[in-house]
């Protein structure tokens, strides 16, 4: 019989491989002399045939080496599709997170923009509204100096979050000066003031609207951005953890009555 171990190594077994068809088949022929026996280190290198192994044994052993590549390739795939497919679910998960995400942030962006125009043109009012008062209701000079600090700093800041607090407090400024024109049977009798106090009521029931629906943004946002899964990837993804609403003052809660 020819040297099976080099008939194995011409069928592209490594040396250990050919070691453990050997071993193998030494195991399976049984009902020799060597059944059960464990091969020593010498009976490899010596060979099948000093070993006493039948070829079909070894024939054998290599089937089922064969069978075990087959299955260890198998488990193999498995796995890598495992992980692709792993992969894939993470980034449709990563992709859904940052789509909705982005879509409820644009929504307040653009709500912040339409509340950020309703509140420029009070703003704009603001000059007409100290020159009518100071005419009419000059006694009511601390606030509507105020009113002028407050006008000049919102001119001179740009930050949206930063100008909730001062929108508040011109807000309730203006109101209050409003109620003490309204007081002044002088006023009745201006035109002007009549004029501003419609464009006034106007431009405060906008906002009223406006804050209303970037509100309304606000929250459909931080709904999603505290959300299970969303929740988890959204620090990943980069998006803030919830946006504050825009409060009103307690008089601006109330109907405009300009």
Do not use: C
């Not at 071993?23 to 280190?41: D, F, M, W």
């Not at 009976?43 to 590549?69: H, N, S, W, Y």
């Not at 509100?215 to 969303?230: P, S, T, V």
């Amino acid at each position: 019989m020819a040297d099976e171990k080099e008939r194995l190594a011409e069928q592209g077994f490594s040396a250990a491989q050919v070691d453990a068809i050997l071993q193998r088949a030494a195991e399976l022929q049984t009902g020799s002399e060597i059944a059960g026996v464990q091969l020593n280190k010498a009976d490899l290198e010596a060979g099948a045939e000093a070993a006493g192994i039948d070829r079909a044994f070894i024939d054998r052993a290599i089937k089922e080496l064969e069978a075990e590549r087959v299955q260890q390739a198998a488990r193999k795939r498995t796995k890598m599709i495992a992980g692709i497919a792993l992969a894939a679910i993470v980034a449709i998960w990563i992709f859904s997170a940052h789509l909705i995400l982005n879509s409820r942030l644009s929504l307040v962006e653009e709500k912040q923009a339409q509340l950020e125009n309703v509140l420029q043109r009070r703003h704009d009012l603001i000059p007409n509204l100290i020159s009518v008062a100071k005419a009419s209701a000059a006694h009511e000079k601390e606030l509507i100096a105020s009113i002028s600090e407050m006008y000049q700093e919102l001119e001179k800041t740009g930050d949206f979050s930063e100008r909730q607090a001062l929108e508040r407090n011109l807000e309730s400024s203006v109101d209050k000066l409003m109620g003490a024109l309204r007081e002044d049977p002088r006023s009745f009798s201006n035109a002007p003031f009549m004029r501003l106090s419609d464009e006034m009521a106007g431009a405060e029931n906008r906002i009223s609207v406006e804050r209303k629906r970037y509100n309304e943004a606000a929250a459909d946002y931080n709904r999603a951005a505290r959300g299970m899964f969303i929740g988890f990837m959204r620090p990943l993804l980069g998006f803030p953890a919830s946006i504050p609403p825009f409060q009103a003052s307690e008089e601006a809660r109330k109907p405009a009555a300009f």
